[in-house]
């Protein structure tokens, strides 16, 4: 009985950690992104709610999944990777929840600080944002 629950244990743990990577990409990785496509993107699988609120800000970087798993799976802790720009989704003032909208601002950036764990991606920490683009 006991083997079964601590098989039980190691699946929800794994689950866990795969569910939090997801959440990650999600939230925050979107290869090519541009700052046309915040509204549209913000949108899928409700990105802009935040506890019942409209999301105030959120970050993308546009880079590739691949780049970011293997940051990670060089070690945990907080990380950085090599970017280009970052594309930042900010509230429009009229926005009220349920109809949030966006629009984007895209920074020159030198890299993004990703905190890993169990090797995977859970939070970005931070962007080294430059002079606003365009």
């Known amino acids: ?19 939090a990577a997801l959440t990650f990409f999600q939230k925050h990785v979107k290869a090519g992104m541009t700052s ?13 709610y ?13 880079v590739l999944r691949t780049a970011v ?3 990670c799976a060089n070690g945990d802790g907080n990380r950085q990777l090599r970017i280009n ?6 509230l429009r003032r009229i926005s009220r ?10 920074y020159h950036a030198t890299h ?12 970005l920490a931070g962007v080294s944002r430059g002079q606003r683009m365009g």
């Open 1 to 19: 009985m006991r083997i079964v629950f601590v098989c039980v244990l190691l699946v929800l743990l794994c689950v866990t950690q795969f569910s």
């Open 36 to 48: 046309d496509q915040c509204r549209a993107v913000m949108r899928q699988n409700r990105r802009y």
């Open 50 to 62: 935040d506890n019942g609120q409209c999301k105030r800000i959120n970050s993308f970087i546009p």
């Open 69 to 71: 798993n293997r940051l």
């Open 85 to 90: 720009y970052v594309v930042d989704c900010v």
């Open 97 to 106: 929840f349920p109809n949030c909208l966006y629009t984007g601002q895209t």
């Open 112 to 123: 993004a600080t990703i905190l890993c764990r169990n090797g995977r991606p859970v939070h």
